[in-house]
Every structure is written in C-alpha cells, then in structure tokens.
C-alpha cells in the first residue's frame, strides 16, 4: 500500500509562485508514474502534470504549460510541482497520485493511489 502526503499549498497573488511536494512511502517509488491533477470547487478533477518513472517525460495540461514544472526525487521518494506566475484560476485542492508503469499518464482513473490533497489559494 502506497501512502502520498502531500505539502506546500497556501494562500498567495496573483502573478507569485509556490512549490508542492508530495512524499510517497509503502512501496518502490522509483517504479511509480507521478502526476497532478488539481480539483476546484463545483468543479470536475483534472490533469495538471505527470512525470515518468526516470523523470526523464513530462506532460503538462495547456492551462499550465510553461507556468508549471513537475519534477522528481527518487532518492526522497518525493515528487515536485513547482508553479509560478499564478492566477486566480489556478485556485484549487492539488492532488498527487501514482501508479506503476512506465511513460506518462494524464487519465485520474489511471492512478492506483492518492494523497489527501492540499489547497492552494490565489488571490487576484
């Protein structure tokens, strides 16, 4: 069983940034797929980025693109989401997720394991 905590959300204005970090345990993460996905209220679940096993492949939504950078630790076992020039828009619950495989995965119901979500907040 894979446990995902994840971290680093808050309140910040617009145009700021802020790290997530989201540490895995209970299982050989270095065989894991990672991704985002954030879920905004009354809102659906989406994609926001995934990384491979290596790190070496990412995938972002368009919404993010070039605002947004997944990475990755094996050593830590811990996945990244680095975000700046925020907007308003990006207001959510961020969520990790991973599942084993190789290459990338932007589908939710692709993910095997969760982690409880933290909220980001930006204001305009």
């Known amino acids: 069983q894979v446990q995902l905590v994840e971290s680093g959300g808050g309140l910040v204005q617009s145009g700021g940034s802020l790290r997530l970090s989201c540490a895995a345990s209970?299982?050989?993460?270095?065989?894991?797929?990672m991704g985002w996905f954030r879920q905004a209220p009354g809102k659906e679940r989406e994609f926001v980025a995934t990384i491979s096993q290596s790190g070496g492949i990412t995938s972002y939504a368009d919404s993010v693109k070039g605002r947004f950078t997944i990475s990755r630790d094996n050593a830590k076992n811990t996945v990244y989401l680095q975000m700046s020039s925020l907007k308003p828009e990006d207001t959510a619950v961020y969520y990790c997720?991973?599942?084993?495989?190789?290459?990338?995965?932007?589908?939710?119901?692709?993910?095997?394991?969760w982690g409880q979500g933290t909220q980001v907040t930006v204001s305009s």
């Open positions: 209970g299982g050989t993460y270095s065989t894991y797929v």
């Open positions: 997720a991973s599942r084993r495989g190789t290459g990338v995965v932007v589908k939710d119901g692709e993910y095997d394991y």
